[in-house]
């Protein structure tokens, strides 16, 4: 397991200085963000001393190896268009991407996975077959336009529920928090559902098909053979067997879910990191923007790291396995 562990650990840090070149690089070329810090009368000479003071008339290699040196320091540098540092930016507004993500993601998971076990225990009835069809337009439709028709019914027609922002948030230490409130969680309730929907109908379809298959496997025909009820052979057996491939999903599906906020984000106007990249796209706020993906590849690496080893509780194969080439 150690072995395992520190495996991953290096194959991390390589994925992520890959990240953050693909990130500095690509975003070296999006424009000069001196034109939208100066102002337009400003001499040559004041553009020069601004590239020089930003560090932009070095090479791009130096460039990066900068910029790695202090990412690795916790140091994004300072943003091009506040002057900000950019730590600082991203850590206030975080707290709102993660509360956002992590509900849409419990909320995906506590739904989707229910109708994904009836649907698969009992396909050919009239709920099953509506719910794979709900799933099909929950695939089908784009995340804006989802979240858009939600704000019509629900904050325009019927009036129940906020069509932006974040509502009251309570500050605990470093952290805010809108889940303590009545109004952040009406707030948030528009959002998260927007931002899970598609990982529910993806999960649902997910661990339907996975339970169609499994009960179909020769060990639970053996279980039934053995005289054990249908609740023990479901979620005894079948279930625990369906979860395998099920974590794998949900785990790169919660990294998207956080960096796919930005559609989400950009529509309900909620103050998280995925807005703060779009504004910074705007300006070639080359820090932000490459700070952002750096932070977006740390969480896939993290959550990919997570599931793997999540796989030694959920599949006995690999503990033994594991034992197996410990023992040698």
Do not use: C
Not at 205 to 215: C, H, S
Not at 281 to 289: E, R, S
């Amino acid at each position: 397991m150690i072995a395992f562990i520190a495996r991953r650990i290096i194959q991390a840090a390589l994925v992520m200085l890959a990240v953050a070149f693909i990130a500095f690089s690509m975003f070296s070329f999006v424009g000069d963000p001196v034109r939208n810090i100066v102002s337009q009368d400003a001499t040559l000479e004041q553009i020069k001393e601004v590239r020089k003071n930003l560090g932009l008339d070095d090479p791009m290699p130096v460039r990066f190896g900068r910029f790695v040196v202090n990412a690795v320091q916790g140091n994004f540098g300072l943003s091009y268009r506040t002057t900000e540092p950019v730590g600082k930016m991203i850590a206030q507004r975080l707290p709102a991407t993660l509360e956002l993500s992590i509900v849409a993601a419990i909320f995906a998971l506590v739904a989707g996975i229910p109708m994904g076990v009836f649907a698969g225990l009992y396909p050919q009835s009239w709920l099953s077959r509506l719910m794979m069809t709900v799933s099909l337009i929950g695939v089908s439709l784009p995340t804006f336009l989802i979240g858009i028709l939600l704000i019509y019914i629900f904050a325009v027609l019927l009036g129940w529920l906020p069509s932006f922002g974040r509502g009251e948030v309570v500050r605990l230490g470093f952290w805010s928090t809108g889940l303590l409130t009545i109004d952040g969680l009406k707030a948030l309730i528009l959002p998260a559902i927007t931002l899970g929907l598609f990982q529910l109908t993806l999960i649902m379809r997910l661990v339907r098909a996975e339970m169609l298959e499994v009960l179909r496997a020769d060990y639970i025909k053996f279980a039934r053979a053995r005289g054990l009820s249908n609740r023990a052979v479901h979620f005894g057996h079948a279930l625990k067997n369906t979860l395998v491939p099920v974590i794998t999903i949900t785990g790169l599906q919660l990294g998207s879910i956080i960096a796919f906020a930005i559609i989400t984000e950009t529509v309900f106007s909620w103050p998280g990191v995925g807005l703060l990249f779009l504004q910074s796209v705007l300006y070639a706020d080359i820090p932000v923007m490459a700070s952002y993906l750096v932070l977006i590849g740390l969480v896939f690496v993290v959550i990919n790291l997570i599931v793997d080893l999540l796989y030694f509780v959920v599949d006995p194969r690999l503990r033994m396995q594991s034992g197996r080439a410990g023992g040698r």
